[in-house]
């Protein structure tokens, strides 16, 4: 359980876990049934399940959702007849559509790029073309200059573009 929980964390992505999970969550004083909640509880997750759903009188069919979403919403949970030795449990689950948000990027077409017009223009540039003059300069000016010919020539080169990404 513990890797299938690590791995739904990597995605931002709705989560509904629901089945027969052979832990009696009702008994407070089983093992397995602590070290579920503590499981839930560090992934942020809610079992929601609250009344037996085994002919034994246990909870081992569980409905588990992650608590940190506003978009997704369980409702009208009931455990119904049994169908075998385990009830059928039923719920409502409730997705309101999510405003993604747009975000504007500023990043350069690299693809577009031609490095051998870029080298020539770099090699032609104050920064290559006469080393000599560049000995009286402090670091702080050989840096200014550094950014400057640079954002000038990759400007020439490879402008910078908006990119609209939506934010999940």
Request: charged share 25%; aromatic share 6%.
């Amino acid at each position: 359980m513990s890797a299938v929980f690590e791995r739904l964390s990597a995605y931002n992505c709705l989560v509904v876990a629901c089945g027969d999970f052979n832990v009696h969550v009702d008994r407070a004083d089983n093992v397995n049934a602590v070290r579920l909640e503590q499981l839930l509880q560090s992934f942020g997750c809610t079992q929601h399940v609250t009344e037996p759903t085994h002919n034994a009188g246990h909870t081992l069919d569980l409905v588990i959702t992650r608590n940190d979403t506003e978009i997704m919403e369980i409702s009208d949970l009931r455990v119904s007849v049994m169908v075998s030795d385990h009830a059928l449990i039923q719920f409502r689950l409730c997705v309101k559509k999510s405003c993604a948000k747009t975000l504007v990027v500023t990043s350069r077409a690299w693809r577009r790029l031609s490095l051998n017009a870029f080298m020539a223009d770099l090699a032609a540039s104050p920064l290559c073309f006469d080393l000599a003059a560049l000995n009286d300069q402090d670091v702080d000016d050989l840096v200014k200059l550094y950014r400057v010919v640079m954002t000038e020539l990759l400007d020439q080169h490879c402008p910078t573009i908006e990119v609209r990404r939506r934010d999940a």
